[in-house]
């Protein structure tokens, strides 16, 4: 949902759940893109991949294209060498 009188950025576009609750914004750098699709009358709808430093990633799709998320790989990957050592790499996640 647009939000043209947030103080913080007139492009921000707060994201809601399938219930009605605020989960969060969509970065700054996004919003203006999304923002006008939205002003269009696009339909956009989304779903959550997984949780992130900054907050979560999400699958998107336009004009009725329902989202999908990854297939998940049910191997068991070894940790790298630094893991074992105690130091995770950064997570990351692909974008199609």
Do not use: H
């Amino acid at each position: 949902m647009p939000e043209p009188k947030n103080p913080a950025d007139p492009n921000a576009i707060a994201v809601f759940s399938a219930r009605g609750v605020q989960i969060g914004y969509l970065t700054a750098d996004r919003a203006p893109w999304i923002g006008g699709m939205l002003r269009n009358g696009r339909e956009i709808e989304a779903i959550f991949q997984a949780a992130t430093p900054a907050g979560a990633a999400i699958r998107v799709g336009f004009d009725g294209e329902q989202p999908l998320l990854p297939a998940m790989t049910l191997a068991r990957r070894e940790p790298p060498s630094a893991a074992r050592d105690g130091l995770w790499p950064d997570e990351t996640y692909f974008d199609d």
